[in-house]
């Protein structure tokens, strides 16, 4: 059977799960964090999945077109959004604003998905969705700059969480793009070498600043946890605060690709990560613990909300740097280190896609239309 062109694939996605979402799926805006769904499908499509035998080769292609398909359907809305006047839903609020950084990463992940699955989408989906996540960061930033002035001079300071830290997510992903650019041979544009160096020192820039926006949202989370002597870990513990490690992870994983800092800094980082991830993790843990308690199974633990993406991203993307670590400073890696990284990659994908599993079926259990009851009237 001759092998179908990539875009006749991702037309017939597109077609059919349209017919999806009007026949058995509520009709309902993107949330402000929707972009986190592309971010967590994206990571472990790029990582983890690459780690799992047979997978890579079958799947690779279908995740990326798929993935392509949710990416414009939640562009899509918030496009609607726009058109109706109703952006600001998604930007007045100083915190929640925090949120349209989602759109960026998904953007920078969901190409670099698209150049693991369909290789010869490559020079098209580097610089086409490369420009559209660039000047989503752009009006972002400013998003970013005038909520932490605010955030600074307001008791807002003591109702920040994790999400805030999606400022240094979405400038490492546009890092994560002048790294895809520098080694592309493909730009006519501007001599190669000439390229290269521009690209790796805009690269090394945004590294930075996006390691200085975490330092500076580390200090407001501390500060608000710190400070806010009545807070609880059912009530006030959010699920964004995964990024913790997330954030860093990302900026290690950036800063390893474009060589920024020697080596020891960056298994320091790593190592930063790691002790990070064990330490929000085993709150994590604890907290669903309470929250069942208090709530039960369904409604402590088992409810969809789109923050819950976060951890799937963060678990992905610490695996992705995890990979990073090994195969490019291996050889510098004490032996005792080096059996826990092997360790990790050789079972952590597993858990990444079955976190990514058990968020689709609660996602899916949200969003599906219940089905009438027998004998009952459909409501119309």
């Known amino acids: 059977m001759p092998d179908i062109p990539p875009l006749a694939i991702l037309l017939i996605l597109l077609a059919l799960s349209a017919i999806v979402r009007l026949t058995v799926m509520h009709q309902r805006p993107s949330a402000t964090a929707g972009g986190s769904i592309v971010m967590a499908i994206g990571i472990f ?13 079958l799947v690779s292609e279908m995740l990326a077109l798929s993935l392509s398909v949710i990416w414009l359907f939640i562009a899509f809305s918030f496009l609607l959004d726009f058109i109706k006047g109703r952006i600001h839903i998604h930007t007045e609020s100083l915190i929640g604003r925090f949120g349209v950084g989602t759109w960026v990463a998904a953007t920078v992940v969901l190409a670099r998905m698209e150049v693991i699955g369909v290789p010869s989408w490559t020079i098209v989906i580097e610089e086409v969705f490369g420009l559209i996540a660039v000047l989503l960061w752009l009006w972002y930033m400013w998003l970013v700059l005038a909520g932490l002035y605010a955030i600074c001079r307001d008791r807002l300071r003591l109702q920040t969480n994790g999400v805030i830290l999606l400022s240094a997510v979405s400038t490492q992903a546009i890092a994560l793009v002048a790294v895809d650019l520098s080694y592309e041979p493909g730009l006519q544009w501007i001599d190669y070498w000439t390229a ?75 190592l930063y990560s790691f002790l990070m991830f064990l330490l929000v993790e085993a709150v994590e843990i604890l907290r669903a613990v309470l929250r069942i308690r208090r709530l039960g199974w369904r409604e402590g633990v088992f409810t969809y909300h789109v923050s819950q993406w976060a951890r799937n991203f963060t678990f992905g993307m610490f695996y992705a740097f995890t990979w990073v670590i090994v195969s490019h400073f291996y050889a510098f ?48």
């Open 333 to 380: 890696l004490p032996p005792a280190l080096a059996g826990l990284l092997h360790w990790i990659l050789a079972y952590g994908s597993y858990l990444v896609m079955a976190l990514l599993i058990a968020e689709m079926v609660l996602y899916l259990r949200a969003h599906l239309k219940p089905r009438p009851r027998v004998g009952m009237p459909v409501s119309r």
């Open 196 to 270: 290269h160096q521009v690209f790796q020192q805009i690269a090394r820039f945004l590294n930075i600043t996006g390691a200085a926006f975490y330092v500076f949202c580390l200090v407001l989370i501390v500060q608000r946890y710190w400070r806010q002597q009545d807070w609880t870990l059912v009530d006030d513990w959010a699920n964004t605060n995964c990024i913790l490690h997330g954030g860093m992870s990302i900026t290690g994983l950036t800063a390893a690709l474009i060589g920024i800092v020697p080596v020891r800094v960056c298994l320091g980082i790593w």
């Open 45 to 57: 499509g790029q990582a983890a999945l690459q780690r799992i035998p047979f997978l890579p080769s």
